[in-house]
């Protein structure tokens, strides 16, 4: 069926180090990508977004990365910091055949101090 | 700005009682969503709403859930005769527009325990 799932359940990193979360999707219809930070207790926040005309993007720390090829996604954090440590979801959206949001998983990164 | 705001934050509550769980949206925003989350478990697709069109209730898992939005702003889902399995967070986003690629804001949620 159709998904969009992680590689990895749980990632753990040495504070300072960076961060790689990995994610696959599945159908080549999907067009807009997004990543989403949950901590606990919280609802999902926003942390970064790409269109499918593009292969990287960058933020304050976060950069995306989509390779469409393979149909895989990822987030990379930069100088992982012990706020990080949380839940992250990629999601699609589909807006073929009707609109849709699909959402990974989640990979629960802890950072070590 | 104000961002998504669900209440209560928690509701604990009997079997078999019905539940209303509320969502106020982001000003402005046209769309607004409905999902579950279990304990430890990625979100689970409930309803959609997008103006004043027909809502999207592919999600919604049995006919004791129903959801309503008034005047293209409040939310309420409202669930009938709850049982054990019905335990979870409930949560709402909202976004400007479906379907152009915007990202969806979502509120802290409402913990619901049946108990």
């Known amino acids: 069926g159709e998904s969009v799932g992680l590689h990895l359940p749980t990632l753990s990193v040495q504070e300072g180090d960076n961060s790689i979360i990995n994610c696959a999707y599945s159908?080549?219809?999907?067009?807009?990508f997004i990543w989403y930070k949950q901590e606990s207790g919280k609802g999902p926040q926003f942390i970064i977004d790409?269109?499918?005309?593009?292969d990287k993007r960058q933020g304050q720390r976060v950069t995306v990365l989509l390779n469409k090829t393979v149909k895989h996604l990822s987030l990379q954090i930069a100088a992982t910091q012990p706020g990080d440590s949380a839940v992250y979801f990629c999601a699609e959206n589909r807006n073929t055949g009707g609109f849709k949001t699909i959402f990974g998983a989640g990979t629960r990164l802890f950072v070590k101090a | 700005g104000a961002g998504v705001s669900q209440s209560p934050s928690n509701k604990v509550t009997e079997k078999g009682k019905d539940v209303e769980l509320r969502c106020d949206p982001i000003?402005?925003?046209?769309?607004l969503y409905w999902y579950r989350q279990s304990l430890g478990q990625g979100l689970e697709f409930l309803i959609y709403?997008?103006?004043?069109?027909?809502?999207?209730k592919s999600g919604l898992p049995s006919d004791r859930f129903s959801a309503e939005r008034t005047g293209g702003s409040v939310s309420t889902l409202t669930i009938q005769r709850t049982q054990q399995e019905d335990s979870a967070v409930y949560l709402c986003a909202s976004s400007l527009e479906k379907g152009r690629n915007q990202p969806q804001h979502f509120g802290d949620g409402t913990r619901l325990s049946i108990l």
């Open positions: 790409i269109r499918s005309n593009m």
């Open positions: 709403f997008q103006g004043n069109s027909a809502p999207d």
């Open positions: 000003s402005g925003h046209t769309a």
């Open positions: 159908n080549s219809a999907s067009d807009y």
